[in-house]
Structures are given as structure tokens and as C-alpha cells.
């Protein structure tokens, strides 16, 4: 199970860094990948990491303003994330995925991912 945390209350244009830490295992073999649910909406998806190589990819909505990160020595996956709008509020959740390598773009469908973890939420105000 991967544990996010570092969401709270940012205003508008502000900054936040999201962590995710595996407890009981290490992380250093599993593509990870970041989502996030808005109220009375489905999960999206934000950003995914390879663990191997450590290619990235972006939904269009972050693109720009997000940035996934890694630091293995650390078992740890970091989400930066900058000049945030009150459209990113949302609760933002770490997952973790084995098996077969993907092409990059398909790391950005939730199926991909066998490993949930509690989610941070994150509130930007106007």
C-alpha cells in the first residue's frame, strides 16, 4: 500500500509537493502513477514515472505545471506541482504498477495499476 501525503489548502497560483511512500515494500521496481478525483466526479489521470529509465508522461491538463519525480534511495515519489487552479482541487492518489512494460501512453489509464493507496486531498481557493 503506497501513503500520499502533502495535499492542503493552497490559493489560487500557488505551489504543493504530493509524496508517496510504500509501506512494508520498495517501489523501486513498479511504475507509478498519480490520479486524482474532483467531487461528483470519476478519477483522472495526472502524471505516471517508469521505474526504469524514468520517462514520464502528463495529462494535457498539468502539462506544464505538474512534474513526477522519483528518488528510489528513497522509495519515494514526489508530485510537484505549480501554479495550481481551483480546478486541480480534488483528492489526489499514488498508485503502483507491475507486470509487463506498457507503452507510455497507456501508463495513463487506471486499469494499468494494481496498487492503491489512500489519497491527500488537495483544495486550491479563488
Known amino acids: 500500500v503506497q501513503l500520499a501525503s502533502g495535499g492542503g489548502l493552497v490559493q489560487d497560483g500557488g505551489s504543493l509537493r504530493l509524496s508517496c511512500v510504500a509501506s512494508?515494500?520498495?517501489?523501486?521496481?513498479?511504475?507509478m502513477g498519480w490520479f486524482r478525483q474532483a467531487p461528483g466526479k470519476e478519477r483522472d489521470f495526472v502524471a505516471a514515472?517508469?521505474?526504469?529509465?524514468?520517462?514520464?508522461v502528463y495529462a494535457e491538463s498539468v502539462k506544464g505545471r505538474f512534474t513526477i519525480a522519483r528518488d528510489n534511495a528513497k522509495n519515494t515519489v514526489y508530485l510537484q506541482m505549480n501554479s495550481l487552479k481551483p480546478e486541480d482541487t480534488a483528492v489526489y492518489y499514488c498508485?503502483?504498477?507491475?507486470?509487463?512494460?506498457?507503452?507510455?501512453?497507456?501508463?495513463?489509464?487506471?486499469?494499468?495499476?494494481?496498487?492503491w493507496g489512500q489519497g491527500t486531498l488537495v483544495t486550491v481557493s479563488s
Open positions: 498508485a503502483a504498477k507491475t507486470g509487463a512494460r506498457i507503452i507510455l501512453s497507456a501508463m495513463s489509464s487506471e486499469t494499468q495499476y494494481d496498487s
Open positions: 512494508g515494500r520498495t517501489l523501486t521496481s513498479y511504475d
Open positions: 514515472i517508469r521505474w526504469r529509465g524514468g520517462s514520464t
